[in-house]
């Protein structure tokens, strides 16, 4: 039993904690939902200004809560839960199969999981298709995906090659 103690690894809370930032940020584009249903327009539209840089926000595109669209849209919802669960659930659980120094098994996986988003996205601009939330927060979710398994790998090599 001790073997078994001894090579398994600490779970990561570098990537807990670095995922819960995306947990916040998407909350932070739920909360102007909450404050219109509220009636403070003023302190929704100071949180919407803000939101504008990370996302469009149009409201036929995001998610409505308590009878009034988030500032935050389907595709960055996705986005942003990815990163969160791939850091806190994913990431925690692959790791010890995941070796940085196999950059082609990287770039794979990154290309895999978002060449869907890029699909869908010329997709829908060419007029091929009309978009869902379904398709839109599920591409976004398999992008965040792609990109955090890569960074999240990079980062604990960089950790344990200068922090220990």
């Known amino acids: 039993m ?23 940020v998407w909350l932070l584009g739920v909360v102007p939902a909450f404050l219109d249903s509220c009636g403070l327009q003023a302190g ?17 595109r995001c998610p409505h809560y308590f009878g ?14 990815g990163f969160f669960f791939t850091g806190a659930v994913f990431y925690p659980l692959l790791r010890r199969y995941l ?14 999981f978002s060449v869907f988003i890029f699909l869908e996205w010329i997709a829908e601009l060419l007029g091929f298709i009309s978009s869902s939330w379904i398709l839109q927060y599920s591409t976004g979710m398999l992008f965040s995906t792609g990109i955090s ?3 999240f790998s990079i980062a604990e090599n960089v950790i344990e090659t200068y922090c220990d």
């Open 99 to 112: 070796d940085p120094g196999i950059w082609p098994v990287h770039l794979a996986l990154i290309t895999v």
């Open 149 to 151: 398994i890569f960074l």
């Open 44 to 60: 929704s539209l100071k949180i919407r200004i803000f939101y504008k840089v990370l996302c469009h926000g149009l409201p036929e």
């Open 2 to 24: 001790k073997f078994f103690e001894a090579d398994r690894k600490k779970y990561p809370l570098w990537a807990l904690s670095f995922s819960t930032l995306f947990l916040l």
């Open 68 to 81: 009034q669209p988030a500032a935050v849209c389907f595709r960055c919802t996705g986005i942003d839960l």
